[in-house]
């Protein structure tokens, strides 16, 4: 199954094209702002720990340091290199769907800057270059050389297929040479992997936009090998002491770095959530174009494990702030959780993966979840401020004294001293046209409702919608026979189908011969959903959660009163629901009004009583799409609401 092209896919949709404009006429160029230290923003840690970089980002300065433009010292995490490359990426995706020549010129200035950060043997990092060259690939427990050499790839690749310009390519291509030549399972090579994963999903990448073997083959070596000896990163640490290159003794936890066991024998999700979903998107790829049935056994448990027992109603994963990390089966606390942007990202390359390989809804059931909620919460409307974490919950005064809660933001800051999250949103949300539509022989997949206009080598096909806003979606066909299957999402009911008589809707896909000239209408209704979760789960029994269409939706204190641990909802009131359409956030808002009662008595200054019925007041509970919330301020914030017992 091909991807297609971002270049053959426009999209024309009330709801991402306003995402898909902010990102090119606002966060590109703040983002290269910031990365270029040309503005003054208030850049916090992400995390309470005094050890963490803040103030300026740094990130280009430390290329031009490299490159001998600028005097100085390295300043940042040791993989902010890689915040240029996403960044580029980005940046390379709004090209495609516009011709831009001042973009396209700081691209190519910044590549420039890269080829002279560049040494002579193709390595590139600008932490280990200015800080600490005797420890070039010898610190792979903690280095990010490859996570952010994958990064670098990927961004080649993407600004090579817009414009055609190899230049970024060729130093990708150099860079992996001197990997190559230092990996690998030849004896004298260095026989692990990477602490952070990415350069394999990255090598899988390029494999498919080259064809050449030896960068699947590299990607595969990487996966093997990881785990492989359980000492690799132990044994590491202690030859840099033997040798006097660093006194450190860091704790290596194998879970942390999923190295516990090599990939293909792994089962569940654990450790660091972007690293393991990063793996397990590259297992998928490699077990897809190696056949390799073993790998796709650990991915379709693997995928088990997160979608059954660690995921969030709204695709967030990554139940802890401890190593950013996946917890226990069913651990999904609302508010310490971590759900931090770039690992639901990682999660829809996982799926997208994984749809890949079996066309089956139900990863697009995820893609969708995580696409409209616990991603596009990752940035603010006005494309300036972004959370690293995405929290179910948020109650002010806990988050500001609770020092476990040090990770959770109330507001999305203007940057984070680790800034992986933001350049992360701009490069998936920019190129989200590819999810859309997939194509396989003469089988075209439909996934997303999206407006858009799609030209195939023999056909086109025009996705006209308002969806989410409006229950239709019309699709108009022309060109040579071809199967269409178009997912519907379980939560839209009421179908109806017109302008073709022969089709079957099974799986959840509608299946249908096009002909050319053949315009087809779906209508639907959204019906105000209430869900439940499996009662394994503490944090949620006696709570509802409320979805419409792909939107789930949380209460803000700024529409309702402060106290919104004292509503509770009745599922069988909620659909009495009413749908508002207002301009009060995004240029279209679908605001939601449900009933609800609320607990007012209590008036008396105590923390505890004997049991005595308590008071309630009816009220109407006002709620908005999660991913728009802490919009407007800060606020009071809930996704599960308390459930009226009758
Ligand atoms: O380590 C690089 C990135 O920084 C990770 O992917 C994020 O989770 C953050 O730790
Ligand atoms: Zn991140």
């Not at 490359?85 to 995706?93: C, D, G, M, T």
């Not at 654990?270 to 991915?299: F, N, P, T, W």
């Not at 008595?601 to 919330?629: A, D």
């Amino acid at each position: 199954m091909e991807e297609i092209e971002l270049q053959k896919i426009k999209i024309k949709d009330n709801f991402w094209s306003e995402y898909q404009n902010l990102i090119k006429g606002t966060i590109i160029p703040y983002q290269y702002a910031v990365l270029n230290d040309a503005i003054d923003v208030e850049v916090e840690a992400e995390r309470e720990d005094d050890q963490l970089p803040k103030g300026k980002s740094h990130a280009l300065e430390n290329f031009r340091i490299t490159a001998g433009l600028s005097k100085g010292e390295h300043f940042g995490w040791f993989f902010q290199d890689s915040d240029v490359y996403k960044w580029i990426e980005a940046a390379a995706y709004s090209l495609a769907k516009k011709r831009d020549d001042s973009l396209e010129e700081l691209i190519d200035e910044v590549v420039v800057l890269i080829s002279q950060a560049q040494e002579k043997d193709g390595y590139l990092n600008t932490y280990f270059q200015l800080r600490r060259p005797d420890l070039k690939y010898r610190q792979l427990y903690f280095s990010h050389e490859l996570y952010c050499a994958g990064h670098l790839i990927e961004a080649a690749i993407a600004y090579d297929q817009v414009t055609g310009k190899a230049d970024l390519l060729k130093i990708a291509m150099k860079f992996i040479d001197n990997i190559e030549r230092h990996f690998g399972d030849e004896d004298g090579k260095i026989q692990g992997a990477d602490g952070h994963q990415e350069i394999e999903l990255a090598l899988g990448r390029l494999y498919e936009y080259t064809g050449e073997e030896r960068y699947l083959k590299l990607a595969a070596f990487f996966i093997e090998v990881r785990g492989k000896d359980p000492l690799f990163y132990e044994k590491e640490i202690q030859r840099n002491i033997l040798e006097e290159l660093s006194t450190e003794r860091p704790h290596v936890n194998l879970y942390y770095l999923q190295a516990y066991e090599q990939p293909k024998l792994q089962r569940t999700a654990e450790g660091h959530a972007v690293r393991m979903l990063y793996m397990a998107a590259s297992m998928a790829k490699i077990a897809h174009h190696q056949k390799d049935e073993a790998l796709y056994e650990a991915c379709l448990s693997i995928w088990e494990n997160i979608t059954q027992k660690k995921m969030y109603i709204t695709g967030g994963v990554g139940s802890t702030v401890h190593g950013e990390a996946f917890t226990g089966d069913y651990d999904l606390p609302n508010d310490t959780m971590y759900c931090e942007t770039c690992a639901s990202i990682a999660l829809v390359y996982f799926a997208f993966e994984m749809y890949k390989i079996e066309q089956k809804a139900e990863y697009f059931e995820v893609i969708e979840r995580a696409l409209y909620n616990g991603i596009l919460s990752g940035a603010s409307v006005d494309g300036k401020h972004f959370f690293y974490v995405n929290p179910l919950e948020i109650q002010r005064a806990s988050c500001h004294n609770n020092p476990g809660k040090g990770h959770v933001k109330t507001q999305r800051p203007d940057w984070l001293g680790c800034a992986c999250c933001p350049p992360n949103f701009a490069r998936l949300i920019g190129s989200i046209e590819k999810y859309i539509y997939l194509e396989e022989a003469d089988t075209l997949w439909i996934n997303l409702f999206i407006g858009s206009e799609l030209l195939l080598s023999d056909a086109n096909l025009i996705q006209r919608t308002d969806y989410p806003f409006e229950n239709q979606v019309q699709l108009t066909y022309h060109g040579a026979h071809r199967t269409i299957k178009i997912r519907i999402p379980d939560y839209l009911t009421n179908l109806q189908i017109q302008g073709v008589n022969d089709y079957q809707l099974v799986d959840k896909y509608i299946t249908f011969v096009a002909v050319d000239g053949m315009s087809v209408t779906i209508n639907f209704e959204q019906p105000i959903l209430s869900i439940t979760s499996n009662p394994k789960v503490s944090s949620n029994v006696n709570k509802l959660s409320i979805q419409r269409g792909p939107f789930v939706y949380c209460a803000e204190s700024l529409d309702n009163e402060n106290e919104l641990q004292q509503y509770c909802v009745n599922e069988a009131d909620i659909v009495r629901g009413t749908i508002n359409e207002t301009s009060d956030i995004l240029e279209k808002t679908l605001k939601m009004t449900v009933p609800a009662k609320k607990i007012i008595e209590w008036s008396e200054e105590k923390l505890y009583r004997y049991h005595q019925p308590s008071l309630v007041e009816e009220k109407q509970l006002h709620l908005i799409p999660y991913h728009l919330w802490g919009n407007r301020g800060e606020v009071e914030m809930r996704v599960w609401l308390n459930r009226e017992s009758r």
